[in-house]
């Protein structure tokens, strides 16, 4: 009887010890799942962040890039503009001088720097200016710049005899009909027969030259220069 109740004592002891090793398992099996889950969504995260970033540096880029763009298209549109304002100076007719100002004297006889061109195409001048029209005597250069400045053109031809002068008054007049703020006036020791000028410009002509003549006042007759 003892023998019996002792192998059953010994057969009761082994399921135990066999459950608590399952129980042991089962137990140790759930705490690695958080684990891994944990990883795996630190590198979800990881990876959703790497692509976040990616995009924010691909769309700089991108940016980068159109501004680059914008940049250089504004800049070539101002280097042409600038280039075809060069390119029409160079083609308008005459000889270009630089401006000496718009000073205003307060008599005919007030002294100021000499002109730099003869006859002049701009620098200290009266206040008033002669009327539009055609002269057959002198007028004095003082005026006569005012009137360049009034957006006018000058027609100086050769001083010669009185039946000269009608003659270039009369074939000027034909050239300047068209326009209004011209106005013909004799020079003595001209040294051309005719001169045009303008503010800042001046040409030089042998001849009667309808076409050259035509196409300097188109380019300069109304166009005003009082600063701004």
Not at 104 to 129: E, F, K, R
Not at 165 to 176: G, S
Request: no cysteine.
């Amino acid at each position: 009887m003892a023998k019996k109740k002792s192998k059953k004592g010994k057969s009761s002891k082994a399921p135990s010890s066999g459950a608590a090793q399952g129980t042991g398992a089962a137990a140790s099996a759930p705490t690695r799942a958080p684990e891994a889950s944990a990883k795996a969504a630190a590198g979800g995260q990881a990876s959703s962040s790497g692509r976040t970033a990616a995009i924010r540096s691909s769309r700089r880029k991108k940016q980068q890039r159109t501004n680059t763009a914008i940049i250089a298209g504004i800049a070539t549109v101002v280097v042409a503009a600038i280039a075809m304002q060069v390119v029409r100076e160079m083609n308008r007719p005459g000889e270009r001088f630089a401006s000496q100002g718009n000073l205003h004297l307060a008599s005919i006889n007030s002294p100021h720097v000499p002109y730099n061109s003869d006859p002049p195409t701009s620098g200290p001048h009266m206040p008033t200016y002669a009327s539009w029209g055609s002269y057959t005597e002198v007028i004095e250069d003082e005026y006569l710049v005012h009137n360049m400045e009034d957006a006018g053109v000058v027609l100086w031809y050769d001083m010669g005899t009185p039946e000269e002068n009608d003659a270039h008054i009369a074939a000027l007049e034909e050239i300047a009909r068209p326009w209004r703020r011209v106005i013909i006036v004799p020079r003595e020791n001209l040294g051309s027969k005719y001169v045009f000028t303008a503010w800042t410009r001046l040409q030089r002509f042998d001849e009667i030259d309808e076409e050259a003549m035509t196409k300097f006042i188109d380019a300069y007759e109304g166009i005003d220069h009082h600063p701004r």
